[in-house]
């Protein structure tokens, strides 16, 4: 498999700046940071009202998503609490930037930046630990038999729910990549052709959905954005929780 440059230890950091200032174009406009809050704002009629809901985001690159995540509960009068996970030193350093320079106080002070592997979340935090657990754009950077292991991490640290938000690889999406990267640093055009290239097709997303027994999960592809979601609650996940029931549509 190739890997992309931006999961070297030793990426440039001026590049690798570049290249997650180009990601977090595309989870604004592409369904990156829609995918992720669309499934909350369809959870949140029932969340709790007497303490935070929490979720770990893996491969977190920027913040961006978990920090979007965290402004759109607070408008909608939640405290979201959010644990953004990365492996990569750099990133992290360069997350802390975007959240301190990009953000209000009030939604960064919401998001917790960790040093973390995704194999090590379940000895890191414990089973359960979340109530929700996103990956958005992380899984497609990992081997075959890994992005099992870590759907399984994920479902195993997630108390109510978890969120694979990723590629779908079709001859769209390569079109499409090369029209988006052009003008891009080496490292963007790079890692770009190689993401679709180890994006997912329909047909594998519920392969491991099965093989895994997460069916409570749906699976929800987007055409116009070249993305799809495997998303969903566990059964009776908030049962008994007093919540705010007709606050918030299930669209």
């Known amino acids: 498999m190739t890997p992309e440059l931006m999961d ?75 644990t953004a996970a990365d492996n990569h030193a750099t990133t992290l350093d360069l997350a802390r930037d975007h959240l301190a320079e990009a953000w209000p106080s009030e939604v960064a002070g919401g998001v917790e930046l960790v040093e973390c592997d995704a194999f090590g979340i379940v000895d890191r935090f414990g089973p359960g630990s979340f109530d929700y657990v996103h990956a958005g754009m992380f899984l497609h950077h990992l081997e075959d038999i890994d992005v099992a292991t870590v759907l399984r991490l994920m479902e195993r640290v997630a108390s109510k729910g978890l969120v694979w938000n990723d590629l779908s690889r079709t001859w769209v999406a390569r079109r499409a990549i090369d029209v988006l990267t052009t003008g891009q640093n080496a490292m963007v055009r790079h890692d770009a052709a190689v993401s679709v290239e180890k994006g997912f097709r329909r047909g594998e997303v519920l392969g491991y959905r099965e093989r895994l027994g997460l069916s409570w999960c749906g699976y929800a592809g987007r055409f116009w954005t070249q993305r799809f979601e495997l998303a969903g609650e566990k059964p009776g996940a908030w049962a008994g929780t007093t919540g705010r029931a007709g606050s918030n549509s299930r669209d």
């Open 8 to 82: 070297e230890p030793g990426a440039s950091r001026e590049q690798l700046a570049d290249a997650l200032a180009f990601i977090r174009g595309v989870n604004l406009r592409l369904g990156g940071r829609s995918g992720l809050i669309g499934w909350l704002r369809r959870w949140s009629w029932q969340w709790p009202t007497d303490r935070p809901v929490t979720l770990l985001d893996l491969g977190t690159g920027s913040a961006d998503i978990p920090a979007a995540a965290r402004a759109w509960a607070l408008g909608a009068g939640f405290n979201l609490r959010i």
